[in-house]
């Protein structure tokens, strides 16, 4: 399975931007991953393509929203009111089943390309 990521960016805080990751291959999950400079990878929302069961980190609930996209298996990455801590590389993931530990970057052997987004204060 090959992900390829699109979108990010710069934006203003507040202001809002939007990620598109696409799968050459149907996964059970897919998701996004983030990478602040000098941190260690976070988690920020997966979505479960079977039963349409969406998970996100709480930094990001309320502002960042994950849908399937509107052609083949693409997922759209939804994000508003963006802070200066948003700042960081986000990276498409993929798995073929569900994990009770989505959170962890460890479980996650398909990653996409990072795609840089930056918030300016």
């Known amino acids: 399975v090959q992900l390829q990521a699109s979108g990010g960016g710069l934006a203003h805080t507040g202001g809002s931007l939007r990620l598109s990751c696409a799968a050459s291959?149907?996964?059970?999950?897919m998701g996004w991953f983030r990478q602040a400079p000098g941190k260690e990878r976070e988690f920020v929302t997966i979505?479960?393509?079977?039963?349409?069961?969406?998970y996100y980190a709480d930094a990001v609930k309320g502002r960042f929203t994950i849908a399937k996209g509107s052609a083949g298996l693409t997922i759209d990455l939804q994000m508003n009111n963006l802070r200066p801590e948003d700042t960081s590389v986000y990276y498409c993931?993929?798995?073929?089943?569900?994990?009770?530990?989505?959170?962890?970057?460890?479980?996650?052997?398909?990653w996409g390309q990072g795609t840089l987004v930056t918030v300016s204060s």
């Open positions: 979505i479960r393509w079977s039963m349409g069961r969406i």
């Open positions: 291959e149907r996964t059970g999950v």
């Open positions: 993931v993929a798995r073929l089943s569900y994990s009770l530990a989505y959170y962890d970057p460890e479980q996650y052997g398909i």
